[in-house]
């Protein structure tokens, strides 16, 4: 596959380049709105329904894998700042194209099914402070409103990450005052936060956790596809992504922590809202439509990122010639790739009817726990392969890891929901048909080409 030589703006029909508006405060506040939000909002009470009280430990461990990873993205994506992200990294170092179609529709996927738990999550316990609505129009809706802001711009959607961040940010930092000014009355136990459910062991019960907490953790990777649009993606992304993963897993440690400490589990575990559990247990005095308030804008900046995502992604494949090149349309006056979110949008409504929060919030940390194991391993085929810039290296030892437990945490043996595998078996067999069909159209027209009949 043939990379771009950069004259591709002077050629007849080319697309115009993306603009690079993205600076390192915005890919900071990027990668760290695209990991806050729908997972630790609406599946803490999940998680420590699963593991017990030491839930704060699941998310830890989530937050080493997800260091162990970000290593191999900060290299691969100093050494080819491009759109595609892992399909592009799959292509170099295996040369499979079957292989790189699934990948990226993979990823595609995660960051629609976790859009749609988003959305679901949207219509849940929180929204129910102001008024009850069924879900699904909400979730459709939902995703409308964003899918116009993305067709905005890339730089008024980052910019308006920025604010939405830094609401849902004082949500948490809210939680954790909450819990220490609780703790230090006498309400609630900091024990609690100690123990585990008797069923299982201690680890058992953490990587069962943390299998599902991993969906919290997830969305550093998706600032990989907007590296076209960033400056300085060699010096820019390190900083960006190494800060941004190490604040949110502190973050969700903590919030964690009290979440368990002030709340019952079996109150946490049943609620779509646990984090208002937490206010209602530890700050009565606090309105809760307020925390409300924060969680749908918390929620918000989740799909809104993910379907940034995708939408780059799909973009991104399409200068790859892995999807036909018209999903790569650039809008000539908002300079975006409107085909693209279009497409998105219309999958992203499809699924939000699928499954609730939980079950799409882990079918999205399954199929890129899969993906990361690739990009994991890709790192070190694609060390073979020097570039003239200078870039990030990672310590052989983290891709290492990061494959070994990228790879278990998507085993059943890490205790995952059944129902999870067969969503994203579901998807990927689209997928599969996908190819098939897309296969069969290019070896047609290779063969009208060529002046002879496609064989049967």
Same mark, same amino acid.
């Given at each position: 596959?043939?990379?771009?030589?950069?004259?591709?703006?002077?050629?007849?029909?080319?697309?115009?380049?993306?603009?690079?508006?993205?600076?390192?405060?915005?890919?900071?506040?990027?990668?760290?709105?695209?990991? =806050?939000?729908?997972?630790?909002?609406?599946?803490?009470?999940?998680?420590?329904?699963?593991?017990?009280?030491?839930?704060?430990?699941?998310?830890?461990?989530?937050?080493?894998?997800?260091?162990?990873?970000?290593?191999?993205?900060?290299?691969?994506?100093?050494?080819?700042?491009?759109?595609?992200?892992?399909?592009?990294?799959?292509?170099?170092?295996?040369?499979?194209?079957?292989?790189?179609?699934?990948?990226?529709?993979?990823?595609?996927?995660?960051? =629609?099914?976790?859009?749609?738990?988003?959305?679901?999550?949207?219509?849940?316990?929180?929204?129910?402070?102001?008024?009850?609505?069924?879900?699904?129009?909400?979730?459709?809706?939902?995703?409308?409103?964003?899918?116009?802001?993305?067709?905005?711009?890339?730089?008024?959607?980052?910019?308006?990450?920025?604010?939405?961040?830094?609401?849902?940010?004082?949500?948490? /930092?809210?939680?954790?005052?909450?819990?220490?000014?609780?703790?230090?009355?006498? !309400?609630?136990?900091?024990?609690?936060?100690?123990?585990?459910?008797?069923?299982?062991?201690?680890?058992?019960?953490?990587?069962?956790?943390?299998?599902?907490?991993?969906?919290?953790?997830?969305?550093?990777?998706?600032?990989?596809?907007?590296?076209?649009?960033?400056?300085?993606?060699?010096?820019?992304?390190?900083?960006?992504?190494?800060?941004?993963?190490?604040?949110?897993?502190?973050?969700?440690?903590?919030?964690?922590?009290?979440?368990?400490?002030?709340?019952?589990?079996?109150?946490?575990?049943?609620?779509?809202? $646990?984090? =208002?559990?937490?206010?209602?247990?530890?700050?009565?005095?606090?309105?809760?439509?307020?925390?409300?308030?924060?969680?749908?804008?918390?929620?918000?900046?989740?799909?809104?990122?993910?379907?940034?995502?995708?939408?780059?992604?799909?973009?991104?494949?399409?200068?790859?010639? /892995?999807?036909?090149?018209?999903?790569?349309?650039?809008?000539?006056?908002?300079?975006?790739?409107?085909?693209?979110?279009?497409?998105?949008?219309?999958?992203?409504?499809?699924?939000?009817?699928?499954?609730?929060?939980?079950?799409?919030?882990?079918?999205?940390?399954?199929?890129?726990?899969?993906?990361?194991?690739?990009?994991?391993?890709?790192?070190?085929?694609?060390?073979?392969?020097?570039?003239?810039?200078?870039?990030?290296?990672?310590?052989?030892?983290?891709?290492?890891?990061?494959?070994?437990?990228?790879?278990?945490?998507?085993? $059943?043996?890490?205790?995952?929901?059944?129902?999870?595998?067969?969503?994203?078996? !579901?998807? =990927?067999?689209?997928?599969?048909?996908?190819?098939?069909?897309?296969?069969?159209?290019?070896?047609?027209?290779?063969?009208?080409?060529?002046?002879?009949?496609?064989?049967?």
């Amino acid at each position: 596959m043939s990379e771009s030589t950069g004259t591709a703006a002077t050629e007849p029909n080319a697309q115009p380049e993306l603009r690079r508006v993205i600076g390192p405060k915005l890919l900071l506040f990027f990668v760290i709105g695209d990991i =806050l939000g729908t997972g630790i909002y609406a599946l803490t009470g999940t998680v420590a329904g699963e593991v017990g009280g030491a839930a704060w430990m699941s998310f830890g461990l989530s937050f080493i894998v997800a260091m162990f990873t970000a290593t191999s993205y900060v290299e691969l994506v100093g050494k080819y700042p491009k759109a595609a992200g892992a399909a592009l990294y799959t292509q170099r170092a295996f040369g499979i194209h079957f292989l790189t179609f699934m990948v990226a529709f993979a990823v595609m996927c995660s960051g =629609l099914t976790s859009a749609g738990a988003a959305s679901r999550a949207f219509g849940g316990d929180y929204l129910q402070e102001f008024w009850s609505v069924p879900t699904l129009p909400v979730a459709i809706g939902f995703l409308i409103v964003l899918a116009l802001i993305n067709f905005r711009g890339v730089s008024e959607s980052v910019k308006f990450n920025v604010f939405l961040t830094c609401v849902e940010l004082s949500g948490l /930092i809210l939680i954790i005052v909450i819990g220490t000014l609780a703790l230090t009355r006498g !309400v609630g136990d900091a024990g609690n936060a100690l123990e585990f459910n008797s069923e299982g062991t201690a680890f058992g019960l953490v990587v069962s956790g943390a299998a599902l907490a991993f969906f919290a953790l997830v969305g550093f990777e998706d600032s990989v596809n907007m590296a076209e649009e960033t400056t300085d993606p060699q010096r820019t992304f390190p900083r960006a992504l190494f800060l941004g993963i190490t604040f949110t897993g502190i973050v969700y440690m903590l919030v964690a922590f009290f979440a368990t400490a002030l709340v019952p589990l079996g109150v946490l575990g049943e609620s779509t809202g $646990p984090l =208002l559990e937490v206010v209602r247990a530890g700050a009565t005095w606090f309105p809760l439509w307020l925390f409300s308030l924060i969680a749908l804008f918390a929620v918000t900046n989740s799909a809104l990122i993910n379907m940034m995502m995708a939408s780059r992604l799909v973009y991104g494949m399409s200068r790859e010639q /892995i999807v036909p090149s018209v999903l790569g349309t650039v809008h000539p006056f908002r300079r975006t790739p409107w085909v693209a979110i279009f497409f998105t949008s219309v999958l992203a409504i499809g699924l939000a009817s699928w499954g609730g929060v939980s079950d799409l919030g882990g079918t999205t940390a399954l199929l890129l726990l899969c993906v990361f194991t690739l990009v994991n391993a890709a790192v070190l085929v694609l060390r073979k392969d020097r570039v003239e810039h200078e870039h990030y290296r990672a310590p052989t030892v983290f891709p290492v890891l990061g494959i070994i437990s990228c790879f278990y945490l998507a085993t $059943p043996w890490s205790g995952r929901d059944p129902q999870q595998y067969l969503i994203a078996g !579901v998807l =990927l067999v689209i997928g599969l048909v996908l190819w098939v069909v897309n296969w069969l159209v290019q070896r047609a027209m290779a063969s009208r080409a060529s002046g002879e009949e496609p064989r049967a």
